[in-house]
């Protein structure tokens, strides 16, 4: 493949851009790759700013996505033969873990501050979020796991935050696995980052309540959604974004709030956000709550009749995997082990480490092994709930000095 550095000036319909130069910010498209077919992504890119772009100048054109879906669609010879993630890993998960980790440290301000905007009757602009969601984008393509698994660790002071990237995050990596185009999967990200901001309208005693509340906080608490679309239709928010915080606590039953709607009258993205949320709050570690591990909350959400879209869900299952890091799982070899890494072609057979013997009720030295790897010999059996062992303290195998 040959790069060609060219002025916009010189851009023309039918080249394949590799990148497009300058601050992302200045356009709207959220990958670069893509073959240009389209007058009015053409016009977009020479007003947008833009001196420079980078062309690939012998691409095969045939098989190439047109500008107007490039977001986070990969072409068909990039799909995994078993649907998952189409796009390989491009760090390791340690590299991005470490990005992932400063990236929420920097989101905090961020976030805490919109709530406290939101809190005091602000409007919110929800554009001014739209870097940090580009950011989280970059993450979740650089390695999906890296800001999903930090994301999930979070303390009594960072959950409210922590679970706005969360979902965020997951939105994305849903979207990406949907093949959205570039608009929608940005509005997903914006909605995700946004989906509870209306829990800023609700009184700190009962959002902070430990313990279950009563029929009127709960009556309260379940004003959340209407509040917070109120809050971004006032930003001048998209009509895509306000209907996340709207709909996510529907179920596609009828039997979720605030308007009981059904199914397909629930807006798209709200039924991914509804996913989302729903993931992160159970696998999250908080202090106040033992999460489930990653694998037995995928287990457990599949057989929620009635609360998810079937094939949202099962995308999101391929997206985030079904042993996600982080997952006790039992070999085949009757070890416990957790999974320390999972790639768009090992969703079954993921990297883990062997720290426990099913047989002898004992721990064993912890052994890395490849599952992909066919001289490993050893293969996943099904995941297996932590506490059933009393095993700690899984995350310290995946994350460094937890
Ligand atoms: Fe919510």
Known sequence: MSIKRIPVS????????????????????????????SPADLKVIQRCGISDVWIVVDKNEPGSRPATEIGWMLSSSDAA??????????????????HA???????????????????????INARSAVPLVQQIADSVERHPQA?????????????????SVAVCALMLALARQL??????????????????????????D???????????????MKRHP???????????????????????HEKINGKGYPDGLVADAIPLLARMGAVCDVYDAVTSVRPYKDPWN????????????????????????????????????RLKSQRLAVVTDVGPDTLLTPCVTAIYSAETHASVAPEPLDLADPACGDSILGPEDPDAWQLKNLDAYWLPNV
């Not at 009509?239 to 709207?246: E, L, N």
């Open 226 to 248: 209407a509040r917070g679309a109120a809050m971004l239709r006032e930003g001048g928010a998209d009509p895509a974004v306000q209907a996340v915080a709207m709909h996510h």
């Open 10 to 37: 010189k851009l023309r319909l039918g080249m394949y851009i590799h990148r497009l130069g300058g601050n992302w910010f200045l356009h709207p498209f959220w990958r670069s790759n893509f073959l240009l077919d």
């Open 206 to 220: 009962i959002l902070n309540k430990p313990g279950k509340l009563t029929d009127a906080e709960f009556k309260a």
């Open 147 to 163: 800001l999903l698994s930090v994301a999930r660790l979070k303390t009594q002071d960072n959950c409210t935050y922590l679970h």
């Open 81 to 98: 033969p078993d649907g998952g993630l189409s796009a390989a890993p491009t760090v390791t998960l340690a590299e991005e873990v470490e």
């Open 179 to 204: 093949r959205l185009d570039y608009r929608l999967t940005q509005l997903a990200g914006l909605g995700g980052l946004m989906h509870d901001l209306g829990k800023a309208a609700i009184p700190l």
């Open 294 to 329: 990653p694998a037995e909350a995928m287990r457990q959400m599949a057989r929620w009749e009635g609360h998810f879209d079937r094939p949202i869900f099962e995308a999101f299952v391929k997206a985030v995997g079904i042993y996600p890091v982080g997952s006790l799982v």
């Open 101 to 123: 980790r400063q990236l929420c440290l920097g989101a905090q301000d961020q976030i805490l501050s919109m709530f406290d905007e939101a809190r005091m009757g602000k409007a």
